[in-house]
């Protein structure tokens, strides 16, 4: 990877020239940035830096990343995979995908750029984050296909009790009639980077159950982006063992990144190269 990330060369990246870039004077919304050169990366994140365009093939053409979303995006190779998989396998009638912690759009622009879906529902409750999704569609060309909402999805989807949203009997009503669900969590919580198996339970600030137990309220098609050492047992226990449950684990360079737990009425899915 090259020192000034806008002279380096691709490594993973379509034919097409980038697109006019924003003017650099433009001033970034408060805590959204477009580092140009690792000088300028919070030495904390400089490893996520050197992952380069696996991240954002399109980085240069001016992606927008907040500090905290450069561990936490889906890179860009694993979330076409994922969204190929999810176009496959959708239970027959759904045409809706609702992406309810959406980040900074990395599995969100994959949805969009499948065309599968008629829409994209993205939620997100970081204004700086979801700013950047925004932005970042823009870039990728399929602005025009997402829908946004800023603010916490269980209150939006009408999945908090004590809180209700204007927009949620008719999103309720499009989720249940059209709708699948992805959800890529924090997986914040003790130790899921050295754990052996990652305990689910402890996963914050939403376990996995309390996520499969909510989100299935408006749809049973639920899919959910875990850690690759999550105990598949808890996942057993919590959707029932009688129920079928699809585990995918996608990987870069030969490793795990992560799991995919596929909830719900999907079809076989047919895994190999994409
Ligand atoms: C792991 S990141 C998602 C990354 C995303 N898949 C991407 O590729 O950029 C989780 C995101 O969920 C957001 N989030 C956490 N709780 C939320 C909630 N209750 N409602 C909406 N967003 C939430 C966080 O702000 C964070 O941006």
Known sequence: MGRKRKNAERTETSNEPPLKRRPSTTPLPDGVHHYQNIDEVPWDIQKYWH???SIFS?????VWMTDGSWYEVTHESVANTIAQHMAEAAPAGKSIIFDVMCGVGGNTIAFALSGKWKRVY??????ATLACAKHNAEIYGVADR???FHGDCFEILGLDESKKANTVEALKAIAANYGVIFASPPWGG????????????????????????SLKKLTPNVVLYLPRTSDLRQIAKVVGED?????????????????CAYLGDWGSLKLGDL
């Open 190 to 213: 003790p130790g899921y980077r050295e754990a052996e198996v990652f305990d689910l339970d402890t996963m914050q600030p939403y376990s996995f159950g309390y996520l499969y137990e």
């Open 243 to 259: 129920k079928k449950t699809q585990i995918v684990h996608y990987c870069t360079k030969g490793s795990s990144r992560a799991l």
């Open 146 to 148: 997402i829908t946004w």
């Open 58 to 62: 399109k980085y240069d053409d001016g």
């Open 51 to 53: 992952q380069g365009y």
């Open 122 to 127: 993205a939620i997100e409750k970081d204004a």
